[in-house]
């Protein structure tokens, strides 16, 4: 072959080529994707950005500011005085927190295993009975309840607590229910297939994916008690509630200001603390659509 012919300017397959070229139908054809390195996989989204964790409280930490300068401020008469001596705000405050925690506690112990085993095979069938009965304490009015408790068990903290556990119970036992009952029944069966227990199956299918629905129904239930706690104070329990019903009663606009503000802040504190929970506990395969 001379080298003016038009095949001897060409190169030999295979020679002197780069990696990854290759020709077709006589052209130099490269393929860039060896070339390429594959892509690092991405990072799973962070579950609490710094936003969810710092926007709300820095808010609130505002909002007492401002409250804190303005009731140092405003004109007290010795009315106003004394209901807000001494450490009285601080004392309501802790009452107020104590009363939750402890009612939510016992919603809790009672609400989650009574809606477990509402959805067992021997006890499902009390499932709408026990649902009713549960509605019933929420549908009737919280002061009222309150009195009838008063009646029934006297005046004390352990009656407000009594009669807040019946308020909140509804929420966490209806959302376990639901949480429980949801669930396919193949993904059941599927655990038991390869010989998992029923309690096996309970702890490690059904709960983790009832998680979501119940944690809604406890963040519910801690919301509802901060304000049911404030009606704490017409059974003896304390609490902000305390400063409420002092401010409407002498008509001191300060003190009635103080309680309210400090009731919607330990609201909204404890729904921001219950969301960070909601968030941390669900497992991360049931977070489509977060």
Known sequence: MTPDSPSGSSRAPGRDRPPGEHDVKGLAFRDKEEDEPAPAPSRPPRRITWRKLVVLPAALAVVLVLTYVWINNVHLDSIAENSLAGDTVQVR???????????????????????????????????????????????????????????????????AITGMVIYAVLPVLSNTVAGLKAIEPSMVEASRGIGMSAMGTLTKVELPLA????????????VLNVGTA?????????????????????????????????????????????????????PRGLEVGR
């Open 230 to 282: 404030t009606l704490a104070t017409f059974g003896g329990g304390g609490g902000l509630g305390d400063l409420i019903t002092s401010g409407i009663q002498t008509q001191r606009m300060p003190v009635l200001v103080l309680g309210s503000v400090l009731t919607v802040v330990l609201a909204l504190l404890v729904d921001w603390l219950a969301s960070l929970a909601e968030v941390a506990l669900t």
């Open 93 to 159: 405050w802790w009452q107020h927190v104590r009363l939750t925690a402890i009612s939510t506690f016992w919603v809790l112990i009672i609400a989650i295993p009574l809606g477990i085993a509402l959805t067992r095979r021997g006890v499902s069938r009390a499932a709408p009975v026990v649902t009713a009965i549960a509605n019933i304490g929420q549908a009737t009015p919280a002061i009222g309840l309150l009195a009838l408790l008063v009646i029934w068990l006297g005046i004390g903290p352990s009656t």
């Open 211 to 222: 998680v979501p629905l119940i944690l809604a129904g406890v963040r519910t239930a801690l």
